[in-house]
């Protein structure tokens, strides 16, 4: 295949990893300046620019692009996907994944373990989101941050109250999340590509540092980790749409907790702790899906009038329950299930033959109007069993 690996660091460890990787392997590939690309609007077809001319064909970019730019880089690859190259990282999945509010909403939908977090703009509403989350010591941190910077353990309410005034008065937006007490000072980072980790490390912070990343001085070792966290993993990386995804998870008593899922992992770490040959495998999937992209279904099918996906949820009054899937009627009102959602697990393309239970959750592909129809009150009223904090909500006046 022919790649282009976008980047604007080509001698990084990363890039020169994944570009001789690539060529090992008998591809072509290019590392092109995400910054140096031009968008080209006017045409018929999409088109991109490269330092001044017309980009040849590609079959596939890897996006590297950094956080700095995201905006750009991510424009940059969306042209990309409108060229129908095959990227293993959406523009989408980067934009969710580089805004730590937006991929926490996004995940907590999901049935993913995440310390609990809350965002707040008033004054006013701050000691309540601290004590919500499980008093002090509490974890704040910048929406954008990244490396460990803009991560910051508040000792105590005055000192949280003080520091979330201090970044709002600049400007920045800042999350409040529960510290992980018995996990602190260490982290583990599952590489993900495709839908299985292929390396996995524990991260362990310098001295009295709390935070594990590698760039604040942590060290890493390998670990095999528990199916659980493996699954968690994986679950994560494909909800927020990135086929490459660092995933960072902190090992809390009730299991793996994910922080985030970084878009760009660096390779070095990971690589040295593991000696697995982490930037060959992200290499092989690449030029697997190549042969046969997966397209992103939202924006396909909503093309169609009148038609488009939803999720309807099994009620336990339903007569669906303890009905086979092709015995439900959903069939003949014009509704095809894609999936179904049961508790944690899902099932692909199910069977017809499939029963249903009560909360069971379908993802299906139909006529709208009919879909209406059977998504009466609505989960949006379901209320969630909530993990009450180990801590007690005052603990510190
Ligand atoms: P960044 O994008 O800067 O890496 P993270 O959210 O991954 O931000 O946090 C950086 C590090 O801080 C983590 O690797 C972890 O060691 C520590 N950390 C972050 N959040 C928590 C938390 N809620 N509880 C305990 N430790 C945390
Ligand atoms: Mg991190």
Known sequence: MKLAILSRAPRSYSTRRLRSAALD????????????????????????????????????????????????????????????????NTAYGITNSRDKLRATQILSRHHIGMPATTFVRDRADVIPAIERVGGAPVVIKLLEGTQGIGVILAPDFKVAEAIIETLQSTRHQVLVQRFVKESKGRDIRALVVGDRVVAAMRRTAKGDEFRSNVHRGGTVEAVTLDPEAERVAVRSSQIMGLRVAGVDMLESDDGPLVMEVNSSPGLEGIEAATKLDVAGAIIDYIDNQVAFPQIDIRERLSISTGYGVAEIVVHGDAEMVGKQLGDSGLRERDISVLTL???????????????????????????????????????RRRKRVKRLPKTPLTDDD
Do not use: W
Not at 32 to 56: H, M
């Open 341 to 379: 959602h049961r508790g944690t697990s899902v099932i692909p393309n199910p069977y017809s033959s499939h029963v249903l239970e009560a909360e069971d959750r379908l993802l299906c592909f139909g006529n709208l109007e009919e879909m209406r129809g059977m998504i009466p009150t609505r989960s």
């Open 25 to 88: 392997r008998g591809h072509q590939v290019k590392v092109l300046n995400t910054l140096r690309f031009a968008i080209d609007l006017s045409d018929v077809e999409p088109d991109l620019q490269y330092r001044g001319k017309q980009l040849t064909d590609y079959d596939a970019v890897l996006p590297r692009v950094g956080s700095s730019i995201t905006y750009f880089g991510t424009a940059v690859v969306r042209q990309f996907e409108q060229m129908d190259v095959y990227t293993p």
